[in-house]
């Protein structure tokens, strides 16, 4: 991959297409390091289900982020590595957020989280659940997530994530 410019300019965030899935799955191949990758078939059912949340961010023709968005009900999560299909939820879910190891520290966390937010608030969604993973609890609650009491339903979802998961959740209405 050729070097990336030390700035935010002329990037861009878009939906995924399916020419992107190979740069996806190498990214999450380098930021999941404690946890083993999900397949391809698992990572696609999420934009199958909701292809105008699921996006990338795009740098001189390089794809150096990705964020994988769905509907899904506020309080839950789905178990990893097991594929969805569309339901209806007043919530979304931030299922995967990974930044390319060579675009990391120049703000494209908060870019992309706040991109998805304002279509979140847009679309009227009351919140975003996600589980936090591999030390990364702290960022979130940084950016406004707070931890929520798992219902049972969670408890045995969150089974299939490493030991240190946390479900948190950002209120938006």
């Given at each position: 991959?050729?070097?990336?410019r030390?700035?935010l300019?002329d990037?861009?965030?878009?939906?995924?297409t399916?020419?992107?899935w190979?740069a996806?799955?190498?990214?999450?191949?380098?930021?999941?390091i404690?946890?083993t990758?999900?397949?391809l078939?698992?990572?696609?059912?999420k934009w199958?289900?909701?292809?105008t949340?699921?996006?990338?961010?795009?740098?001189?023709e390089?794809i150096?982020?990705?964020?994988l968005?769905?509907?899904w009900?506020?309080?839950?999560?789905p178990?990893?590595d097991t594929p969805?299909?569309?339901i209806?939820s007043?919530?979304?879910?931030l299922?995967?957020m990974a930044i390319s190891?060579?675009?990391?520290?120049?703000?494209l966390?908060?870019?992309?989280?706040?991109?998805?937010?304002?279509?979140?608030?847009?679309?009227?969604k009351h919140?975003i659940g996600?589980?936090?993973?591999q030390?990364?609890k702290?960022?979130?609650q940084?950016q406004g997530?707070?931890?929520?009491?798992p219902s049972?339903?969670?408890k045995a979802?969150l089974k299939?994530?490493?030991a240190?998961?946390?479900?948190?959740y950002?209120?938006?209405?």
């Amino acid at each position: 991959m050729p070097k990336l410019r030390d700035s935010l300019n002329d990037m861009s965030i878009r939906p995924i297409t399916a020419s992107d899935w190979p740069a996806i799955m190498a990214i999450q191949a380098q930021c999941y390091i404690e946890l083993t990758p999900e397949s391809l078939a698992v990572m696609q059912s999420k934009w199958q289900a909701s292809p105008t949340t699921c996006l990338v961010v795009e740098q001189a023709e390089n794809i150096v982020a990705y964020a994988l968005v769905h509907p899904w009900p506020q309080g839950d999560a789905p178990s990893l590595d097991t594929p969805i299909t569309l339901i209806k939820s007043h919530s979304w879910y931030l299922h995967d957020m990974a930044i390319s190891p060579a675009a990391q520290g120049m703000g494209l966390g908060k870019q992309l989280l706040e991109y998805v937010i304002n279509q979140a608030t847009q679309l009227s969604k009351h919140g975003i659940g996600l589980v936090a993973v591999q030390g990364a609890k702290g960022y979130w609650q940084a950016q406004g997530f707070l931890p929520a009491t798992p219902s049972s339903t969670l408890k045995a979802a969150l089974k299939t994530y490493p030991a240190d998961a946390c479900y948190l959740y950002l209120t938006l209405d």
